[in-house]
């Protein structure tokens, strides 16, 4: 039942998300459902109708549309009853501390109020690097004379939307401040969530005294604390081609491994009378002091939520019991925090314990080797293999690329997690104590210098990394379907199981041929944003044609468009003055400000700030529309946009619409 309860919390949440729907005319619905569900339960016989079942689906759905529709618009909120397009004063309160870049510092922020009335929500907050003398901390309050943006939308096609990843979050505003219109306040109210970050920070400092590499005192700071800041990219980008960047965040592999060594350490204590009560009380308590230790981050406090009920399992002692609990602390955690469905983190953690849960007894099943190592190695293997199905369609949906030798990684590091998460537990605790020896920080670090060495070589075995795989939201659906199917027909080989798990792999192959059919039809040519530089992207088919006036400052740009459009092969090429497709005719302008040898063109695109007079310029070309990139000074842009605007010409700046997408038309 708490599994179908979760499922329909989680369909209202999603409903509730992009629906929009009001959530207080759904708490009418949930008051007037309770009373229902209490009599059809106590009338409804077990032959009949199943009336409860039926609105009980009903009332978990209204509950989740309910719980995300208070999270995104919560009492009070500043979006509701404030005008934002006044410059006000801001009472806000630090809550997440996000990684620095050397151009700015970004803050999460609770609103706490707005001019002279409270108010709710929470909203991100940016400074300029060299606008504060230290950082915020979690807890420090400040008042703020601004004005709110909206986050801005991508820029380029294809592109990481932060603007929705924030939304996702409940975030929906942005301040952009200086330190002349930001007053800090002395003496803010502490949270637990502060003082949990301050701690976590003092153990990091604490760590820093000592004698540890650069690159393995951040992996510790990670491995241990989820603090990642002082990761360099070089080193995270190894985990993450090695399948392996879950051990670098505090989640549900060391909070799972810190159960298993205490359900260990504590097991004498079931030979006492009330032990095992005892034993999950000390356990659970153990769990949530090292969340603490953690910092209270949402990943470490879902983690510990769900182990925590597992524990709970566990004293109880009936497997068949596994789904429900994971399921109740599911529900649990959606309920407090219903936007935590949207994170990557969420769905990954809770997809592999599924998984693990599911399919980890089958393949001990299948298999059980009467020689002790073989057993190991076995067990260990299944528990990744199991893991790995169960997070692959997300994890090709979000991150394109496959690591075919994640069980190398795990096979190497994951037997010795639990020690070097023991022994990093005692070299924190005596760091505290200003009582850690010079030998023991020489011994760690070795070990992490170790562990980094095995990564990095497992990550450059580079021809068993799959990368750049299309994978859209249909092939993740029809993805799981597939693995689902093929679980329980190596289960329980049966016709019917046989064709189901075939008409899986008939529609994702049937999708994937459809998408080629489409792409071969298509033909596209892109303006795009990119500072200091000009590039279109002409799209014919599968192939892909790249003019760029600086081939070497694409970043991201072309492989994301590349991935999302199943791009097979791809060319960089100089950029042209002058494109023809299909009747429709394109001019660059570039900083010589050279006319084109026709007077008539359809679009100017105008590049590198050309000294030019535009009021003359349109009056000769007479083109349809004004086009300005990256490439050129805002404040010649907006002189531009004047002028086109004086001769009722459109224009188009990439730097605030975003790319444009030029007009083909087909013969």
């Known amino acids: 039942m708490s599994v179908k309860l979760t499922l329909c919390v989680m369909a209202g949440?999603?409903?509730?998300?992009?629906?929009?729907?009001?959530?207080?005319?759904?708490?009418i619905v949930l008051l007037v459902l309770l009373p229902v569900l209490?009599?059809?339960?106590?009338?409804?016989?077990?032959?009949?109708?199943?009336?409860?079942?039926?609105?009980?689906?009903?009332?978990?759905?209204?509950l989740g549309v309910f719980v995300v529709g208070m999270a995104t618009f919560p009492v009070n909120s500043y979006r509701i009853d404030h005008d934002l397009n006044l410059e006000s004063t801001w009472h806000l309160k630090i809550t997440e501390r996000l990684k620095p870049n050397p151009f700015s510092q970004k803050y999460v922020a609770e609103v706490i109020a707005l001019d002279t009335e409270s108010a709710s929500g929470k909203i991100l907050l940016i400074l300029p690097s060299d606008s504060t003398d230290k950082s915020f901390k979690v807890d420090d309050e400040l008042l703020i004379l601004a004005k709110p943006e909206t986050v801005p939308p991508p820029l380029n096609p294809h592109q990481f939307d932060y603007k929705r990843y924030l939304e996702k979050q409940g975030i929906h505003h942005q301040i952009l401040a200086n330190k002349k219109v930001l007053v800090p306040i002395e003496h803010p109210s502490q949270?637990?969530?502060?003082?949990?970050?301050?701690?976590?920070?003092?153990?990091?400092?604490?760590?820093?005294?000592?004698?540890?590499?650069?690159?393995?005192?951040?992996?510790?700071?990670?491995?241990?604390?989820?603090?990642?800041?002082?990761?360099?990219?070089?080193?995270?980008?190894?985990?993450?081609?090695?399948?392996?960047?879950?051990?670098?965040?505090?989640?549900?592999?060391?909070?799972?491994?810190?159960l298993l060594l205490l359900q260990f350490l504590l097991s004498p204590l079931e030979r006492l009378r009330s032990g095992k009560t005892l034993k999950l009380v000390i356990i659970v308590t153990l769990l949530w002091a090292y969340a603490f230790i953690a910092g209270l981050s949402p990943s470490i406090i879902r983690a510990v939520t769900m182990f925590s009920f597992l524990a709970y399992a566990m004293h109880l002692n009936r497997p068949t019991n596994s789904f429900n609990i994971i399921a109740l602390s599911m529900l649990f955690i959606l309920l407090v925090k219903p936007l935590f469905l949207f994170q990557v983190g969420f769905q990954m953690s809770y997809a592999a314990v599924f998984a693990i849960v599911w399919i980890y007894p089958k393949m001990q099943r299948f298999w059980y080797p009467d020689n002790y190592f073989l057993q190991?190695?076995?067990?260990?293997?299944?528990?990744?293999?199991?893991?790995?199905?169960?997070?692959?369609?997300?994890?090709?949906?979000?991150?394109?690329?496959?690591?075919?030798?994640?069980?190398?990684?795990?096979?190497?590091?994951?037997?010795?997690?639990?020690?070097?998460?023991?022994?990093?537990?005692?070299?924190?605790?005596?760091?505290?104590?200003?009582?850690?020896?010079?030998?023991?920080?020489?011994v760690y670090d070795q070990i992490i210098k170790l562990m980094?060495?095995?990564?990095?070589?497992?990550?450059?075995?580079?021809?068993?990394i799959f990368k750049d795989i299309p994978f859209d939201a249909v092939q993740l659906v029809l993805g799981y379907v597939?693995?689902?199917?093929?679980?329980?027909?190596?289960?329980?080989?049966?016709?019917?199981?046989?064709?189901?798990?075939?008409?899986?792999?008939?529609?994702?192959?049937?999708?994937?041929?459809?998408?080629?059919?489409?792409?071969?039809?298509?033909?596209?040519l892109i303006l795009t944003h990119r500072s200091r530089n000009t590039v279109l992207l002409h799209q014919m088919g599968s192939s892909l044609q790249i003019y760029?006036?600086?081939?070497?400052?694409?970043?991201?740009?072309?492989?994301?468009?590349?991935?999302?459009?199943?791009?097979?092969?791809?060319?960089v090429e100089p950029l042209k003055n002058y494109y023809s497709i299909n009747q429709q005719t394109l001019y660059v302008m570039g900083s010589l400000a050279l006319y084109p040898p026709t007077s008539k063109i359809d679009y100017l695109l105008l590049t590198q700030s050309p000294k030019v007079n535009l009021e003359r310029v349109l009056d000769s070309l007479r083109p349809k529309m004004v086009l300005a990139d990256g490439s050129n000074y805002k404040s010649v842009v907006k002189r531009w946009e004047k002028t086109c605007k004086q001769?009722?010409?459109?224009?188009?700046?990439?730097?605030?619409?975003?790319?444009?997408?030029?007009?083909?038309?087909?013969?």
């Open 191 to 258: 949270t637990l969530l502060g003082v949990a970050s301050s701690f976590r920070e003092h153990i990091i400092a604490q760590l820093k005294k000592h004698d540890f590499g650069v690159q393995e005192v951040g992996v510790i700071q990670a491995l241990l604390l989820g603090q990642r800041d002082d990761i360099s990219e070089d080193t995270y980008n190894n985990y993450i081609n090695a399948g392996a960047v879950h051990i670098l965040a505090v989640s549900g592999l060391h909070v799972g491994i810190l």
């Open 482 to 524: 597939v693995v689902f199917a093929l679980v329980v027909f190596l289960s329980r080989p049966k016709w019917k199981l046989a064709m189901i798990l075939l008409l899986g792999f008939i529609g994702f192959q049937g999708w994937n041929l459809w998408n080629q059919v489409q792409i071969q039809k298509k033909e596209t």
């Open 38 to 62: 209490y009599g059809i339960g106590k009338k409804q016989t077990r032959d009949g109708f199943p009336f409860f079942e039926l609105f009980t689906a009903f009332f978990g759905i209204g």
């Open 13 to 27: 949440i999603v409903l509730g998300f992009y629906g929009g729907l009001p959530p207080l005319s759904f708490l």
């Open 647 to 667: 001769k009722e010409i459109p224009f188009h700046y990439t730097g605030e619409k975003g790319f444009y997408v030029f007009i083909v038309e087909e013969d």
């Open 548 to 571: 760029a006036a600086d081939s070497l400052n694409l970043g991201s740009l072309t492989k994301d468009y590349s991935i999302a459009e199943r791009v097979k092969n791809s060319r």
């Open 376 to 442: 190991k190695i076995w067990q260990l293997l299944s528990v990744s293999v199991a893991a790995q199905l169960g997070v692959l369609p997300i994890s090709l949906f979000y991150f394109h690329q496959f690591p075919a030798l994640f069980f190398v990684a795990n096979l190497l590091i994951i037997p010795f997690l639990g020690l070097i998460l023991g022994f990093g537990i005692l070299v924190i605790f005596l760091a505290l104590m200003d009582a850690l020896p010079a030998t023991l920080v020489l």
């Open 452 to 464: 980094n060495a095995t990564v990095g070589w497992v990550a450059h075995q580079e021809e068993f």
